[in-house]
């Protein structure tokens, strides 16, 4: 199965008002059963997230660009195809 690391370091005009937004975009993801694993770094500095059931890297780059996140240019975001045992 592929899946796809999204990393997410926040930019230093980070807004804390976008979390909500962003938490509520995850809740969607993992309702249509596309999220297998989402946390935050324990020193702030961002958190990653890892999309499951998609087909391709284009799609997980469509999927992260409706995330709050990169919609309110807070965070530098990474996509990238995950190799998993």
Do not use: C
Not at 24 to 51: C, E, N, P, R
């Amino acid at each position: 199965m592929k899946m796809y690391l999204v990393m997410a370091m926040r930019k230093p005009s980070f807004d804390s008002a976008v979390v909500a937004p962003h938490k509520a975009f995850l809740d969607v993801l993992s309702a249509a059963g596309q999220l297998h694993l989402t946390g935050g770094f324990s020193d702030g500095s961002g958190g990653a997230y890892v999309l499951k059931n998609i087909e391709s890297l284009d799609e997980a780059r469509a999927i992260v660009a409706r995330d709050p996140l990169v919609i309110h240019d807070s965070s530098d975001i990474t996509v990238h195809e995950w190799n998993t045992r």
